[in-house]
């Protein structure tokens, strides 16, 4: 079985009597953003119309989704609904700049309204203490 031993800047990666160093890559790290809004807030709906909050999210996210994928900086990750908002959200490379082409897409449309962009990062290569 491998080893994986975590060194600053670094991981080693052992198998076979063989060790492999790779340094810390954005490969290693994944960073998202989800587009949030609020179902109250969405024009011409009420707060309990869930099945236009979802053709609302849908909508939007296609709208976003083909700029993102056009300027190659990020891909579809997913979607969500509860606690009064629906959601979609990017693996991207860069924060402002996803943030940017988001903000500038929707400008002028329907979709301006945004609640709140989130921002995640999560280090899918982290060892275990």
């Given at each position: 079985m ?30 998202s ?42 891909a ?41 962009i ?12």
């Amino acid at each position: 079985m491998p080893s994986t031993k975590v060194v600053p800047d670094t991981i080693r990666y052992t198998a076979c009597g063989v060790t492999l160093r790779r340094l810390l890559s954005k490969a290693m790290i994944r960073k998202s953003i989800e587009v949030c809004y609020d179902i109250a807030e969405i024009p011409g709906l009420g707060p309990d119309d869930l099945r236009g909050a979802l053709d609302f999210r849908n909508a939007a996210s296609a709208l976003i989704e083909a700029a993102v994928e056009e300027a190659g900086i990020g891909a579809w990750e997913g979607t969500e609904i509860g606690g009064g908002r629906v959601s979609f959200g990017f693996q991207v490379h860069d924060f402002e700049r996803a943030e940017a082409l988001v903000r500038q897409t929707v400008a002028g449309t329907e979709f301006a309204k945004i609640a709140e962009i989130e921002r995640n990062v999560w280090d899918d290569d982290a060892a275990d203490p």
